[in-house]
């Protein structure tokens, strides 16, 4: 499914339950982070050994990629609430990062744009 | 662009600045919260009135088309290093919601699914 | 108890069972950001008339009292690991903030500091 | 200063900026959350040796005290909100926790309750 067939069947999920009326662009942020965060609780406790080893197991796998789902679609109900096109957004994003970091000046660095040095 | 095609733009821009010995895992979802958590500023000290006005404002528009922007692209992320097809797994996990959530027994109501009455 | 018999009482708790091995202090971070988020799902789906009907209830002032309580021990601990004293730094932060929001600029404004007009 | 004593002088800069009307408990629960991403933002890209070196550095101190500063005084603005002890709160869920995590069943494992075994 291509994202805006996702955005039809997230819409028509919400419309057969009559949720429209709670999802205010407010609630749909918050409830975004919410997952976000249930998201970040899979690496709790975990170091970057334990998270390649923790991936093996297929539980794991099935948690990352619910809670992955999860964000996408609250995205997508943000989106629509907002009018944005994501893919658009996303695209013009990455240029907009292109031009924060220059290869030349962040080659191999994780600062931010805004500490980058001359 | 499609998402794969973005997959591959993000990755490309990672790759230019040599910039994958940063993104483990763990790295990458803590990266998704904190673009979760400016979007979630946007809506600091705003009540629902509040938020329908501040979205006339095209600054406005343009914050929050680029922070679902940087979500949208941290997760592609993810989803590459971990091996996930997001599409199939926000369709799929669709299917899990519509049965936690049975039409006739949530209609209406903004309960979690563990608190839904017989 | 003050907070620093509470950084006593949460420290025994941590080495009767044998868990300051976990608690780096990234790790510390991440989980009082769990806890907040918890925080933050008491608020789902609630609008502001919502939350004030929602406190009469016994078993919510109980779940807002434990969730306040998670975040001030994960504070406790990150202070402890990082070697702060929590009640100064507040105090001092005070101080700060109070620079950076003067009365005459700010008073009746939801703005940040940073958009503060002279 | 004490907690009590923090309190006032919070509750003090408030009024003084006739801030109480932004307050919300669901406004303030929110901004609680953004400044412990901001916490979080400390620890981004940064693996377990790449922090203790970062603490080396005086401003790096500062910025974690600072932020530590920022989620007490929320904390602070939420209990008074609430009408939590914040203190009380606290000793009681320290003894929750205690008949969650029984020394015996959790000593040396970092497991969630819901997943220790008998």
Known sequence: ??????????????DDRNWAQFHSLRN?????????????????????ADMTAWQEDSGAREALRDECADVLLYLLLIADRAGIDLEDAARRKLEKNASKYPIAKCYGSSRKYTQLED
Request: proline share 3%; charged share 25%; glycine share 0%.
């Open 1 to 14: 499914m291509s994202l805006p067939e996702l955005t039809q069947a997230i819409l028509k999920f919400r």
């Open 28 to 48: 749909l942020i918050v409830s975004l982070n919410l997952e976000a965060a249930e998201l970040l609780e899979l690496t709790q406790w975990k170091n970057d």
